[in-house]
Nanobody, 125 residues
């Protein structure tokens, strides 16, 4: 079984920053891509950012471009999401996801095989 554990969420004022971490563990697992999604109450889960672990290519939702940065530490099997200039509309439960597929659509939930439990991010105005 593969486990993904997120950390780093919390309460921050608008304009502030947070860094989320997602550590993968469990049986031998070689992920090809990892991503972050978020879900606010009453809304669908939406794509935030993704990274291909081999080449390091990154993808972002338009709503977070220029403010969020996704990065990885392959040796630690950990992906990070640095979130700057946070806005109240960024408030949501943030989920980490991973896949071992060679080809996948990284911007949709069905593109992933494993999910974390989520970490809450709350941005106050």
């Amino acid at each position: 079984q593969v486990q993904l554990v997120e950390s780093g969420g919390g309460l921050v004022q608008a304009g502030g920053s947070l860094r989320l971490s997602c550590a993968a563990s469990g049986r031998t697992f070689s992920s090809s891509a990892m991503g972050w999604f978020r879900q606010a109450p009453g809304k669908e889960r939406e794509f935030v950012a993704a990274i291909w672990l081999g080449g390091g290519s990154t993808y972002y939702a338009d709503s977070v471009k220029g403010r969020f940065t996704i990065s990885r530490d392959n040796a630690k099997k950990t992906v990070y999401l640095q979130m700057n200039s946070l806005k109240p509309e960024d408030t949501a439960n943030y989920y980490c996801a991973a896949t071992s597929r060679a080809y996948t659509s990284v911007a949709v939930p069905r593109g992933y095989d494993y999910w974390g439990q989520g970490t809450q991010v709350t941005v106050s105005s």
